[in-house]
């Protein structure tokens, strides 16, 4: 089987001397939950947009499914992929279900209107997503938690087979944070829809990903399982903190203790 997604060597960034994204590979299994993490300005967004096609690689070569998608139209990839990013249009006056009608662009023909067998998809995006019972409002009337679960409901819609995210609990309380990561969770266990996502909860991503990517100066660093990634010489590391990594009935949970103490001579530089 082909992975669901292969990046090879991309670069990306005009200063030559030192690209935002620099020889970067990554192969994401079909059905896996994959967390990229790392400081800011180390290169997570950008990846993710390439990988998305929104931005695009000054050089290298993306793969989906087994397909360049250099040479794949846009309506094909909208069909298999979708991505959530971290802001929407928050204040667009529209129903939750007429939002989560545009997942169905990429399916329908240019004279073809959401009905018949797309409302059904419809139904279903709404209801994996449990936002069924609040379709009829609008927009403007959410909270930010329910917000996200309306355009990530409208992400379903398209029915892809992988699933982006760029820091999707960003602007949520903790309770909203875990109630999207589970809605994830089951979308990723119960539907087999492969995830990358990039996080800054750390913690998080140790909870909820099967594999860590870690990222610096727009390359991988580190890569594994969180119990091989999340150690105490990762955390000095990568984010410049002194912490603590306690076990957590198997998951690793950390708690910063300060920053690395620098030593004189860079202190003076």
């Given at each position: 089987m082909n992975p669901a997604l292969a990046a090879d060597q991309l670069k990306y960034g005009y200063d030559r001397s030192a690209p935002i994204v620099n020889g970067f590979n990554l192969t994401v299994a079909t059905g896996e939950w994959l967390g990229i993490v790392g400081p800011n300005g180390s290169g997570k967004s950008t990846v993710l947009r390439m990988l998305a096609r929104l931005a695009a690689p000054h050089s290298g070569k993306i793969e989906m499914e087994g397909l360049d998608m250099a040479d794949l139209d846009n309506k094909t990839i909208?069909?298999?992929?979708?991505?959530?990013?971290?802001?929407?249009?928050?204040?667009?006056?529209?129903?939750?279900?007429?939002?989560?009608?545009r997942g169905?662009?990429?399916?329908?023909?240019?004279?073809?209107?959401?009905?018949?067998?797309?409302?059904?998809?419809?139904?279903w995006a709404l209801s994996v997503t449990s936002m069924a019972g609040l379709q009829h409002r609008s927009l403007v009337e959410l909270s930010g938690g329910e917000r996200q679960r309306a355009w990530l409901s409208m992400c379903m819609a398209q029915t892809p087979r992988i699933l982006l995210l760029d820091e999707p609990t960003t602007y949520l309380d903790i309770a909203h944070q875990l109630e999207l990561?589970?809605?994830i969770?089951?979308?990723?266990?119960?539907?087999?829809?492969?995830?990358?996502?990039?996080?800054?909860?750390?913690?998080?991503?140790a909870r909820f990903c099967d594999r860590i990517v870690a990222m610096m100066n727009g390359a991988i660093v580190r890569q594994g399982t969180p119990g091989d990634v999340f150690k105490v010489d990762f955390f000095r590391e990568v984010f410049g903190i002194e912490a603590k990594v306690y076990d957590d009935d198997g998951v690793p949970v950390y708690l910063p203790n300060g920053i690395v103490s620098k030593q004189p001579h860079e202190a003076s530089a």
């Open positions: 909208a069909r298999t992929m979708t991505m959530l990013t971290q802001t929407q249009e928050g204040a667009l006056d529209i129903s939750v279900r007429d939002l989560v009608r169905r662009n990429p399916h329908l023909k240019w004279y073809e209107e959401c009905r018949g067998k797309h409302e059904d998809v419809v139904d990561m589970e809605l969770r089951g979308l990723n266990r119960n539907q087999g829809i492969t995830v990358v996502m990039v996080l800054h909860d750390l913690n998080q991503a």
